[in-house]
């Protein structure tokens, strides 16, 4: 499949797609997150395909040193203007993140929203993971929020319509070669623009032994932003918390 996330993540459109990213649900997993870190102070944070930074402005409001990278320009700019009241700001940085290069220590990486398995193969996808590694900290965490495999499968929902700011969105969905695949239409001022999404699937299992491949730990599963521990049938999401 062609690198659909290029135009995709570069559109206008997209935020109107993804409109129910509340603030609530971005506060609720900071806060778990932080949670579960001893040293919550003044933290060096990587924010992996941050988006439009909804994480990442969190954090640097918080006090922390925060520095965001995404692919899209069009997002990073969005997370530019609502960062520019910060004390603290977060820097942004453009980068595909196959091919990212810090000169710096992180104690804590993150990898929000399902911001994993856009590529074609296991090792595009894990690569990240195998080159942030030599700049966590000691006792540095990485933390993945993706789907549950498991459950989406079960529980997938072929077809869904919504309109949102004069859009109507239709969004189909099918799995296809091992990849969830989201077909989406948006009509809008008698334009109609047409997207794709795809995200390959891992097994919870797969994950775990993917990481620790590569020399990982999972110290923590949870299922959702709300903490509860993940569990194959019923969790919507698996976060994982990761050391070296």
Same mark, same amino acid.
């Given at each position: ?32 997150? %932080? ?38 320009? @069009?997002? %990073? ?9 910060? $004390? ?15 000169? @710096? ?11 994993f ?26 933390v ?11 529980? %997938? ?76 049938? @019923?969790?919507? $999401? ?5 050391t070296?």
């Open positions: 499949m062609t690198e659909w996330f290029k135009k995709w993540f570069s559109s206008n459109e997209y935020l109107s797609v993804y409109s129910h990213r509340n603030e609530d649900d971005a506060k609720n997993i900071i806060n778990l997150i %932080l949670g579960k870190i001893p040293e919550k102070d003044n933290l060096s944070i990587l924010d992996a395909a941050c988006g439009a930074g909804r994480h990442s402005i969190l954090l640097a409001g918080l006090g922390h040193n925060v520095t965001a990278f995404d692919l899209s320009k @069009t997002l %990073l700019k969005i997370g530019k203007v609502n960062a520019s009241e910060l $004390r603290k700001p977060v820097n942004f940085v453009c980068s595909d993140i196959r091919n990212v290069a810090f000169n @710096t220590s992180f104690d804590l990486v993150l990898n929000m929203f399902t911001s398995g856009y590529f074609d193969t296991d090792e595009e996808n894990f690569m990240f993971y195998k080159d942030i590694k030599n700049c966590l900290n000691k006792k540095g965490i990485i993945l929020d993706y789907l549950n495999e498991y459950y989406l499968r079960r529980n %997938l929902v072929p077809v869904s319509v919504k309109t949102i700011s004069g859009r109507q969105i239709e969004e189909s969905r099918s799995i296809r070669n091992n990849k969830v695949v989201k077909d989406i239409v948006i009509r809008h001022n008698g334009a109609i623009h047409k997207f794709c999404e795809s995200v390959k699937l891992y097994t919870y299992e797969s994950l775990v032994k993917n990481f620790e491949v590569l020399g990982y730990h999972v110290e923590t599963a949870i299922g959702d932003y709300k903490g509860r521990v993940f569990d194959k049938e @019923t969790s919507k $999401r698996v976060i994982l918390f990761l070296i």
